[in-house]
């Protein structure tokens, strides 16, 4: 499973930004997709993830302000993230997990500014 994550960018306190990440290969039996981050000096976290029955998951810090969501057909996952704060600063990194194994994106920066 080869994953291509876009979106990422810079805006300021309060904007949105939405993440997209699409998955290639074999993406039939992909379990669970999310997003994790890493802010600088931090270690890599989870902001959110859905499984294929579209069971979703949530980082404390980004529940009511970011909604995850998948096209299973497509291989696709979507982070859509309103009122951004400089706390969300980070490397964004999409993940699938498929048959016990876990793949990576490369990451996409958001930096917020305030």
């Known amino acids: 499973v080869q994953l291509q994550a876009s979106g990422g960018g810079l805006v300021q306190a309060g904007g949105s930004l939405r993440l997209s990440c699409a998955a290639s290969?074999?993406?039939?039996?992909?379990?669970?997709m999310g997003w994790y981050r890493q802010a600088p000096g931090n270690l890599r976290e989870l902001v959110a993830s859905?499984?294929?029955?579209?069971?979703?998951n949530y980082a404390d810090s980004v529940k009511g302000r970011f909604t995850i969501s998948r096209d299973n057909a497509k291989g696709t996952v979507i982070l859509q993230m309103n009122s951004l704060n400089p706390e969300d600063t980070g490397v964004y990194y999409c993940a699938a997990d498929r048959g016990g194994l876990r793949f990576w994106g490369q990451g996409t920066l958001v930096t917020v500014s305030s």
């Open positions: 290969g074999s993406i039939f039996s992909i379990d669970a």
């Open positions: 859905i499984t294929s029955f579209g069971n979703t």
